[in-house]
């Protein structure tokens, strides 16, 4: 009987790194436009501040039906061309790309909140394997570095779709203003480049960036003619609950509290600086229009600042842990997202988001980068589709709860939901602390 020993993976280069991640500059650019100006087109269509949160359920339950389904299929994928997650890549560009175009043009409020299901749907069958392929192509000891990078491809791509409708405004004299309450021609101008960034970058990850076959490729191939049937692929999906290690569990509790700060953050960001600063709830007036341009940059630079953080917190987490960076990034956040209620002069808004990118570029990094070791290697994509429950379960609590919490407790004020949502990101912070890393226990 002879033990099969993994070899440690070779370690990459920078620009191997750069290719393999690179598709995430496009993902975030989607999803960056989406979070900066969704609850802006719902309420340009006519969509009441109640409303937001039960439209916003698009979004995590397409992750919560997509993430894991994705994840197995992958785990049991292997073609000698496409390999593993690539085609996964592939297809959901291809299906995002469509939804960015679409978006815009919508012309009544259902059309929007039915085209955000696709593009969610589309970009999570994208997003989900990017994750698994750090895990697949890189030894633990480049696993933070690689999740970093893409931590800063997230930023950098983010900032750009954050910026844009401004960028059409300022600099290039589209309009700006909802004409007969259809969407302004900046929104509309930025999706269209949100299309064609989303499917040229994965496509640059999908022929750049090769992937390795399964170590014992016949037994691979022996196990995936075992497992088909939906009957077996849906029981395997669904124990996995049963199954997931202490780390997964642990860090559950974490993205729990910290996806209904952010939750809160994208669905009311725009609403309330429009209440708060700019002295307005008309969603059809031009100081409306302006505060969503004004919330664009304030993500703009959240994002910004997580592009600088992601190579800095690498560093920083190997000099102490990354549980100690993990639960300082979230206090910070946390007391900077729930300072916005007390700005009303919207320059002093850009001091909280800096607070902001530095809990973004650890939340993207760090809980991925401390699963990552926590993990089978041969389950990589599952578990880490199956733990977007713990980022997906939240949003849904968020969007049932939210509007009734702002309009019976808040009297509508959603500055005050945001402040909320800050309490909540320092909570997330203290649970980081029970948090058990492997790398912890190997340091020592």
């Known amino acids: 009987m002879h033990m099969q020993i993994s070899l440690p993976?070779?370690?990459?280069?920078?620009?191997?790194l750069w290719n393999m991640s690179f598709g995430f500059f496009g993902i975030q650019f989607g999803f960056a436009l989406q979070n900066a100006n969704t609850s802006?087109?719902?309420?340009?269509?006519?969509?009441?501040?109640?409303?937001?949160?039960?439209?916003?359920?698009?979004?995590?339950?397409t992750g919560l039906l997509v993430q894991p389904i994705i994840g197995y299929l992958s785990d049991n994928t292997w073609h000698p061309y496409w390999g593993r997650r690539r085609p996964f890549f592939f297809l959901g560009a291809i299906l995002a790309s469509t939804a960015l175009f679409l978006m815009p043009n919508s012309s009544v409020l259902w059309m929007a909140v039915a085209v955000l299901w696709?593009?969610?749907?589309?970009?999570?069958?994208?997003?989900?394997?990017?994750?698994?392929?750090?895990?697949?192509?890189?030894?633990?000891?480049?696993?933070?570095?690689?999740?970093a990078m893409q931590t800063f491809f997230i930023g950098c791509g983010a900032v750009i779709a954050s910026l844009l409708p401004m960028i059409f405004s300022d600099f290039f004299g589209v309009s700006n203003v909802p004409v007969a309450g259809m969407i302004p021609d900046t929104v509309r101008y930025s999706f269209y480049a949100g299309g064609l960034v989303f499917l040229l970058s994965v496509m640059w990850t999908v022929f750049t960036a090769g992937e390795t076959a399964p170590e014992n490729l016949e037994k691979f191939r022996a196990e995936r003619r075992n497992s088909k049937g939906f009957g077996i692929a849906f029981?395997?999906?669904?124990?996995?609950?049963?199954?997931?290690?202490?780390?997964?569990?642990?860090?559950?509790?974490?993205?729990?509290?910290?996806?209904?700060?952010?939750?809160?953050?994208?669905?009311?960001?725009?609403?309330?600086?429009?209440?708060?600063?700019?002295?307005?709830?008309?969603?059809?007036?031009?100081?409306?229009?302006s505060a969503g341009n004004w919330v664009g940059i304030m993500f703009g630079v959240y994002n910004g600042v997580s592009a600088l953080a992601a190579f800095i917190l690498p560093i920083l987490a190997r000099a102490t842990s990354r549980k100690t960076i993990h639960t300082a990034c979230l206090l910070i956040g946390g007391v900077s997202l729930a300072s916005i209620f007390l700005i009303t002069q919207k320059e002093l808004l850009l001091i909280p988001m800096v607070g902001v990118g530095i809990a973004w570029a650890s939340i993207l990094t760090m809980p991925y980068a401390i699963l990552a070791g926590a993990l089978p290697a041969r389950r990589m994509g599952y578990f880490m589709g199956l733990f977007n429950f713990f980022v997906v379960i939240p949003q849904i609590v968020?969007?049932?709860?939210?509007?009734?919490?702002?309009?019976?407790?808040?009297?509508?004020?959603?500055?005050?939901?945001?402040?909320?949502?800050?309490?909540?990101m320092v909570l997330a912070g203290v649970l980081t602390l029970f948090v058990t890393?492997?790398?912890?226990?190997?340091?020592?």
């Open 235 to 289: 029981a395997e999906i669904c124990g996995g609950f049963v199954k997931m290690p202490k780390t997964m569990v642990q860090l559950a509790f974490v993205q729990f509290f910290t996806w209904i700060a952010l939750f809160a953050m994208w669905i009311y960001t725009g609403t309330a600086i429009a209440d708060n600063v700019f002295g307005t709830t008309d969603a059809q007036s031009a100081a409306y229009q």
């Open 118 to 147: 696709m593009m969610d749907a589309a970009i999570n069958v994208s997003m989900e394997p990017f994750r698994a392929f750090v895990g697949d192509k890189l030894d633990s000891s480049q696993q933070t570095a690689g999740f």
């Open 437 to 444: 890393d492997k790398a912890d226990i190997k340091k020592a």
């Open 9 to 16: 993976k070779p370690r990459l280069s920078f620009w191997q």
């Open 40 to 61: 802006r087109i719902f309420s340009t269509l006519g969509a009441q501040p109640d409303d937001l949160p039960l439209f916003w359920l698009a979004a995590p339950v």
């Open 398 to 424: 968020s969007g049932l709860l939210l509007g009734f919490v702002t309009t019976h407790f808040f009297n509508g004020h959603t500055a005050q939901t945001l402040m909320l949502g800050g309490a909540s």
